[in-house]
């Protein structure tokens, strides 16, 4: 099934969460296919659980535990918390997921293919279940991914030569401090910013700013802005910027868009902010 023309909004803040849904979206194929009869009416695929059986979705879990729970899970509405509440067992979906042994002879495991078996439909069209899975996990996972934003950057910055470290026992606490040994020269906070509070975020960039100056003296301070790549198709990104920076009158020194991350490495070649040559 081609699933490339399925609507990705968020593909340009988080490439790396729908590379992840991709994969798992076309595993998930797979084992439907593998598991079930899979029909064709009307030129729909359908897939046919009516007579698959408690043993069959026990199976087809058992297949690939991160995959098939996650699928099983949007299928029947159950998140952990209503799997709870339904059938009094706790943390399904989490520990089965991240279960490393078979699923035969585990209780909790058969009551979920039991529980699947009751309450699936006899069938459902293969498209349909597939994009209905995509978007549940992209919202699932979009909150997750964005938190992971921070640790992309500082890896990004380290690849490039660039030792950093989330100066946690500093004060105010930055995303990401270069070097990662004293004097420091580059002090940095890492925003995934939504339209509806992007005032309450560039006003936190600002404060974070004066702090790191008043902090660390002559360093430098970075915003990294992911605003997305339609906010900044429909806006002036130096319009943007000047917004953030309250036309130059705030402690930032550069903001850096999603798409900017070649620039903020020239703009710290530019600086002479210290750099450790790869080695080999």
């Keep these: 099934m081609d699933i490339s023309k399925w609507p990705r909004p968020s593909e340009e803040e988080l490439p790396d969460m729908y590379d992840d849904i991709n994969k798992m979206t076309k595993r998930a194929e797979e084992l439907l296919r593998e598991h079930f009869t899979i029909t064709e009416h009307n030129g729909e695929e359908r897939v046919q659980f009516r007579d698959a059986g408690a043993e069959t979705f026990l199976e ?34 989490q520990r089965l997921r991240n279960r490393k042994t078979t699923f035969h002879g585990v209780d909790d495991a058969e009551k979920f293919a039991e529980v699947l078996d009751e309450l699936i439909p006899d069938s459902l069209s293969l498209e ?29 910055l ?19 401090v270069i070097p990662d040994t004293e004097p420091y020269e580059v002090i940095g906070e890492v925003r995934v910013i939504q339209k509806t509070d992007k005032e309450k975020r560039f006003k936190e960039f600002r404060s974070e700013a004066t702090e790191a100056k008043d902090s660390f003296g002559e360093v430098k301070f970075v915003a990294v802005a992911n605003l997305g790549k339609q906010y900044l198709e429909i806006r002036d990104r130096e319009d943007v910027r000047a917004e953030i920076t309250k ?21 710290l070649e530019n600086w002479g902010v210290s750099k450790q040559e790869k080695i080999g």
């Design 60 to 93: 087809f879990l058992d297949a690939d535990h991160k995959v098939s729970v996650a699928v099983a899970q949007k299928i029947t509405g159950l998140p952990d918390r209503e799997f709870e509440r339904q059938y009094g067992i706790t943390g399904i979906g």
């Design 247 to 267: 036309n130059d009158t705030s402690d930032i020194d550069v903001v850096v868009f999603h798409d900017e991350r070649d620039e903020f490495i020239e703009k």
């Design 128 to 156: 349909t279940l597939l994009y209905t899975f995509y978007k549940s996990w992209e919202g699932d996972q979009r909150r997750f991914y964005r938190m992971r934003y921070e640790d992309d950057i500082r890896q990004f």
């Design 158 to 176: 380290t690849e490039n030569g660039y030792p950093t470290f989330k100066g946690n026992a500093l004060a105010g606490e930055p995303d990401f």
